[in-house]
């Protein structure tokens, strides 16, 4: 070693206090790795979840070649490429792509798995605001009836749409369109349309 220069070891632990305790400096990103590895677990598994209902809705109530057009969509596959996987002309894959959005923002996402959907896709009411910024919360609520008011403050009180419908002297079936105008409203405000 040559003389005058110092080596210095650096160590990835930092003493605390006198007592020799000892904390590792690496500690605190390994939990942060994992967490976000955990995080990113749960969100495929929640994706797939939202796939797997979403299409079993689509055989059911839709078409099964939706349900395949669904599947080849997420993918990748162009319009064009599902035209000719499906044998189908190009027309009635983009009408199936229409019918599709239709039935995934007006009747799934709103009406049969709204938690499920919101969750997936980080737009929950809980936990999101419905996923806009705190701006466009605003701005939303300032937008919205009185009683479309109080189903938002229920429903994210976690109150079930029947005890709202009850406890407010509407249906149910009230409540779930006031909610779905709701919905539909933040999706619009979120995307700037």
């Known amino acids: 070693m040559p003389e ?19 904390a590792s400096l690496l500690d605190a990103q390994a939990i942060a790795h994992h967490q976000d590895a955990q995080l990113w677990e749960e969100q495929q598994t929640l994706r797939q979840s939202v796939k797997t ?3 079993n809705y689509l055989i059911e109530q839709v ?23 499906l044998n189908l002309p190009i027309k009635q894959v983009y009408r199936l792509r229409e019918k599709i959005s239709y039935h995934a923002i007006r009747v799934f996402a709103t ?7 919101a969750n997936w896709l980080e737009a929950s009411l ?13 701005h939303f609520l300032a937008d919205i009836t009185p009683v479309q008011r109080q189903i938002i403050d229920k429903i994210k009180a976690g109150i079930p749409i029947a ?10 079936d009230q ?11 933040a999706q619009a405000l979120r995307s700037g349309s």
Request: with cysteine.
């Open 175 to 185: 409540v779930v369109g006031e909610w779905s105008k709701l919905y539909l409203a």
């Open 111 to 117: 009406k049969n798995q709204p938690e499920l959907v």
């Open 126 to 138: 809980q936990e999101h605001s419905l996923g806009m910024t705190p701006k466009q919360w605003q």
């Open 163 to 172: 005890a709202i419908a009850k406890d407010l002297d509407l249906k149910t």
């Open 63 to 85: 078409d099964p070649i939706a349900a395949e057009w669904l599947t080849l969509y997420l993918q990748g596959y162009t319009q064009e490429m599902i035209s000719q996987t």
């Open 53 to 55: 209902e979403f299409c």
């Open 4 to 22: 005058g220069d110092f080596i210095r070891l650096v160590s990835e632990e930092v003493i605390l206090d006198e007592e020799d305790n000892a």
